[in-house]
């Protein structure tokens, strides 16, 4: 199983990445996947998490808005669009696949990637 994440980079306040996620070794179009984030000196936090198929979305309030979360299960692949982007967002960003539901917390994820560096100055 394999999930890597790229896409991050530096940027400035009000500006635009999309990271992505590519899968391999598992049933990509089984499992729900999420987006978390790390900054330093704090939790894992959740970002945001699609269904299997799409249908069902849901985000962590401050990026409601402005965090888009897609998949694309015929590229074993899945996004997350970030537009407006603050200094509070910089973390690392970490992609996961959970087999069911659509949880929230890290704890109910079976993969984890390995992370990429989001950035945001001001």
């Known amino acids: 199983v394999q999930l890597q994440a790229s896409g991050g980079g530096l940027v400035q306040t009000g500006a635009s990445l999309r990271l992505s996620c590519a899968a391999s070794?598992?049933?990509?179009?089984?499992?729900?996947m999420g987006w978390f984030r790390q900054a330093p000196g704090k939790e894992r936090e959740f970002v945001a998490v699609?269904?299997?198929?799409?249908?069902?979305?849901d985000y962590e309030r401050s990026v409601k808005g402005r965090f888009t979360i897609s998949r694309d299960n015929a590229k074993n692949t899945m996004y997350l669009q970030m537009n407006s982007l603050k200094p509070e967002d910089t973390a690392v960003y970490y992609c996961?696949?959970?087999?069911?539901?659509?949880?929230?917390?890290?704890?109910?994820?079976?993969?984890w990637g390995q992370g990429t560096q989001v950035t945001v100055s001001s």
């Open positions: 996961a696949a959970a087999t069911a539901g659509l949880p929230t917390s890290a704890r109910q994820y079976n993969y």
């Open positions: 070794g598992f049933i990509f179009s089984s499992y729900s």
């Open positions: 699609i269904s299997a198929r799409s249908i069902v979305r």
